[in-house]
């Protein structure tokens, strides 16, 4: 059953540090997506990226972040200088309609702390 | 916006016993009405979901009815087992928007 992967599954950095989530989307996805959950709380969108721009984010999704899809099957979230609040889990996602009216598929997640 | 309400945060069932989560919409423009689960230290697991052209969907112990007038769509688990237990989330999508959004989760405990 084809799934999405994300690496690392466990991302310690210091405060101020950059940070690179790794994610490979479904092979025949079209549209991508970062969604981030701080411990306990809700699953939170962050942004969605659809032939290769962002096509919608949120207003968590600041300067701070970068999002890029450098070959056909990468797709990366970038946090320039991390934040003690920006530690949460992050999910990534994809999807093969626009119509958002279909399934997204989770990842397992990447548990970023920031010390 | 798009904003979706899911209730209760908590829930616990004996085996055997139904489950019953509800959320709540107000964009009359949202079609999509997905549901995920996650296991502790998992991505969420979509188990069912449902368009706004049909009224209830079921998959063996699973049901979703969707209330377009009310705007609120509701998930049921019949007879449920100790590997029901986990967080359940509901999601929306919305036609001319980008993302899906989700509800704040309820955590279900099945006692055995």
């Known amino acids: 059953e084809p799934e999405v992967t994300q690496t690392p599954s466990h991302q310690v950095t210091q405060m101020g540090q950059e940070v690179i989530l790794r994610c490979v989307p479904i092979s025949n996805h079209l549209y991508f997506y970062w969604y981030r959950q701080i411990l306990g709380q809700k699953v939170e969108f962050l942004v969605s990226?659809?032939?290769?721009?962002?096509?919608?984010k949120s207003e968590i999704f600041d300067d701070q972040f970068s999002v890029e899809r450098p070959d056909g099957s990468n797709f990366t979230l970038k946090i320039r200088s991390t934040k003690l609040e920006d530690s949460a889990m992050y999910f990534c996602a994809s999807s093969w309609d626009r119509g958002m009216n279909t399934e997204a598929f989770f990842g397992q997640g990447t548990r970023l702390t920031v010390v | 916006g798009e904003n979706v309400e899911q209730h209760p945060s908590t829930l616990s069932v004996q085996e055997g016993d139904s489950a019953v989560i509800k959320c709540t919409y107000s964009?009359?423009?949202?079609?999509?009405f997905p549901w995920y689960k996650q296991e502790l230290g998992k991505g969420p697991q979509l188990i069912i979901d449902i368009r706004s052209n049909v009224g209830e969907k079921k998959d063996q112990r699973i049901a979703v009815t969707l209330n377009k007038t009310a705007k609120h769509f509701s998930l049921h688990i019949t007879e449920t087992q100790p590997e029901d237990s986990a967080v359940y989330f509901c999601g929306l999508g919305t036609s001319g928007t980008y993302k899906y959004i989700f509800g704040t989760g309820t955590r279900l405990k099945v006692l055995a």
């Open positions: 964009d009359s423009a949202s079609n999509y």
């Open positions: 990226f659809y032939n290769n721009e962002i096509s919608e």
